[in-house]
């Protein structure tokens, strides 16, 4: 008597993630996708020798969105008399005393790593990969981040670094100058009139949005700019980014105070309406 063999066991299905706005918010984000690509098109085109630059502009939308996520995270803790523990966020100054931002909360948003489900190169990788870009091609962004990092503490800091088939290049605080205040306005704009109202997105959920614009920039560019070169112009520009003074793009919403057991923060809006219920 012949015995059968066990069936194979079925493939598991694939997961299917979810990004962290769904499904309340699905609408809205695909709205911000949308708005803030065309912000980026509208003043860099995607053609010639601009498109680099929109490369550059489109990371460092994302470095200075997840800034601000890592600040209002920040702020909260502060809101319950904590402290945020110097390595999670820390503010620096270079030898010529201009603010510096650095912390595993702000890299969160970029690295693979901390636990954060979306960042940066994660989109970066997958959408240079789909264009061509092979493994040898991408830099070595921990090595990056370190590097801009240093430059900041020395006071070389904000400029893009040469390389072969780089053109010249806008630099991110620049950038940002022009970018962040629209971006932030569409961030939070209200929906449209023939549109179901959703809640807003999470500001913790900015850089995932802009990081998404991000990828599609690198595909947009791609028979102008190579591939791994454009995931290496998105990757650098966060990180500078990232780091810039927060008053550059938002003069006045930030009180940052250095204490020896960490950082303080607050956003001056919700400082004054505490003040004028106390009032």
Do not use: C
Request: no cysteine; hydrophobic share 45%; charged share 25%.
């Amino acid at each position: 008597m012949s015995s059968l063999a066990p069936a194979a066991a079925p493939a598991p299905a694939p997961r299917q993630e979810r990004f962290p706005w769904e499904p309340e918010s699905v609408n809205r984000a695909n709205l911000v996708t949308a708005a803030l690509r065309q912000l980026l098109l509208s003043k860099l085109p995607a053609k010639g020798d601009h498109a680099q630059t929109l490369l550059v502009a489109a990371g460092a939308l994302v470095g200075f969105a997840a800034q601000n996520a890592a600040l209002e995270q920040g702020e909260l803790l502060t809101t319950r008399r904590d402290l945020v523990a110097p390595e999670s966020l820390m503010l620096r100054k270079t030898k010529d005393g201009r603010r510096f931002l650095a912390g595993r909360w702000i890299n969160a948003a970029l690295l693979l790593g901390y636990g954060h489900g979306f960042p940066l190169q994660r989109f970066v990788i997958q959408a240079a990969g789909a264009a061509g870009a092979k493994r040898t091609e991408f830099a070595d962004y921990w090595e990056m981040e370190r590097r801009i990092a240093k430059s900041a503490t020395e006071g070389e800091f904000g400029q893009m670094e040469a390389g072969e088939g780089r053109v010249p290049l806008g630099r991110p605080q620049d950038l940002l100058r022009v970018f962040w205040p629209t971006a932030r306005k569409v961030m939070i704009a209200p929906m449209p009139m023939e549109v179901a109202d959703e809640p807003t997105l999470n500001e913790a959920h900015w850089p995932i949005a802009a990081a998404i614009v991000a990828a599609r920039m690198i595909t947009q560019t791609a028979e102008i700019v190579p591939a791994g070169i454009a995931a290496n112009l998105v990757m650098e520009g966060a990180f500078i980014g990232s780091k810039l003074d927060p008053d550059l793009g938002d003069p006045g919403r930030w009180t940052l105070a250095p204490s020896p057991r960490g950082l303080q923060i607050a956003r001056d809006d919700r400082k004054r309406a505490a003040a004028r219920r106390i009032a």
